[in-house]
């Protein structure tokens, strides 16, 4: 292996993306609403067998993390990206190795022996995407895979790190050996809100892990469910992400720094260091895109974080780092899938 620097390590759950286009009457049958992210429950467990006999799919790499860090090696050197979690020894795991490979970013998962690689049912109707996952292995992540001799080495290696806040419905404990190296050794570490529910039912992991966190992202209703939960009483995602930023911080030499992305909407960064965001708050634009070149929403948050954290770890500003995500997520939306161009285009 080689001992030059790793400038991302990200962790979340590897998932295999089934992805229907408009069949409204998937929302129906399993009571899923048109834009939003959960994971299986009740019959929803039935829909991945539904999908596969009848319906037509299309298979693609996607967990909102992996999504994140194929997105930031898009835009960073070789070799510069690795990503680890949990899938079982199958053959959709050997699709997720092989689209990471593609794309350059090192696969270090831990091969869980009774349980299939996670699943994600992508149901596509206009601009919304549902997103249903039932997590199989990637939920038996386990602590001890960082113990790893080769999983030691990729973390000390890491400048850089990014947790999918989707991991914390499992990974709690994981999670917190990577942030408090991090803390540690004054390296940056980066989580995202990931879905509503994340910061609605897994608030106490969220709240554990959240002094660690040196870089927040997330989008609008990510944003206003962390700030119903902790019984904020307002909507405004510009004082959301404000406070957001001055919650207390471990490592106190580093400002956090918060991103609130809002689809078409500007993206709005906050931080308690006008040397980071200079006046604490500031908001960005995003260039418009016809209707007529959206193809699907899936994995355009994930396209704007992976943009932007590589940016970052380039040590480019906040500025041109939105811009890097802006440009990334708007890449993504006009293809199918959480999926990037190639051969690549300039950032
Ligand atoms: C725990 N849950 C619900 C999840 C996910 C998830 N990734 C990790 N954990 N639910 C959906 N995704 C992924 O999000 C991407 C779009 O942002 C999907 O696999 C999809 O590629």
């Given at each position: 292996m080689s001992s030059s620097s790793l400038l991302l390590l990200a962790m979340g759950n590897p998932l295999l993306d089934m992805q229907v286009v408009n069949k409204p009457e998937l929302l129906e049958n399993y009571g899923l609403k048109p834009n939003d992210a959960v994971l299986a429950e009740g019959n929803q467990s039935e829909i991945y067998n539904d999908l596969q006999t009848n319906y037509q799919v299309e298979y693609v790499a996607g967990g909102a993390a992996q999504n994140a860090a194929r997105g930031a090696q898009y835009v960073l050197p070789e070799g510069s990206t690795a990503y680890l979690g949990a899938v079982g020894a199958d053959?959709?795991?050997?699709q997720l190795r092989a689209a990471n490979d593609k794309e350059g970013l090192k696969s270090a998962y831990q091969v869980v022996d009774d349980k299939p690689t996670g699943a994600c049912a992508?149901?596509?109707?206009?601009?919304?995407?549902?997103?249903?996952?039932?997590?199989g292995a990637a939920e038996s992540f386990s602590p001890s895979h960082l113990d790893k001799p080769e999983i030691k080495e990729l973390i000390e290696r890491a400048q850089n790190f990014y947790l999918g806040g989707f991991f914390l419905t499992h990974g709690l404990?994981?999670?917190?050996?990577?942030?408090?190296?991090?803390?540690?050794?004054?390296?940056?570490?980066?989580?995202n809100l990931s879905a509503p529910f994340i910061p609605q039912f897994f608030k106490s992991q969220?709240?554990?892990?959240?002094?660690?966190v040196d870089v927040l992202i997330g989008n609008e209703s990510e944003a206003e469910a962390f700030a119903a939960s902790h019984e904020w009483d307002t909507k405004?995602?510009?004082?959301?992400?404000?406070?957001?930023a001055a919650l207390p911080k471990k490592n106190e030499a580093t400002p956090r720094l918060v991103v609130i992305t809002q689809g078409a909407s500007s993206t709005i960064a906050a931080s308690t260091s006008s040397s980071l965001v200079p006046s604490g708050l500031k908001s960005f634009p995003v260039s418009p895109l016809a209707a007529d070149k959206i193809v699907?929403?899936?994995?355009?948050?994930?396209?704007?974080?992976?943009?932007?954290?590589?940016?970052?770890?380039?040590?480019?500003?906040?500025?041109?780092?939105?811009?890097?995500?802006?440009?990334m997520g708007q890449m993504n939306v006009q293809l199918s899938g959480p999926t990037f161009k190639f051969p690549k285009v300039q950032i």
């Open positions: 053959s959709l795991a050997d992508v149901v596509i109707t206009g601009h919304d995407r549902s997103l249903c996952t039932t997590l404990e994981s999670a917190l050996v990577l942030a408090k190296h991090a803390a540690e050794k004054n390296k940056p570490f980066a989580m969220v709240d554990e892990i959240l002094p660690y405004d995602i510009a004082t959301i992400a404000q406070k957001l699907d929403t899936n994995g355009a948050g994930d396209a704007f974080a992976g943009g932007f954290l590589g940016a970052r770890a380039l040590g480019k500003g906040v500025d041109e780092a939105v811009e890097a995500g802006h440009k």
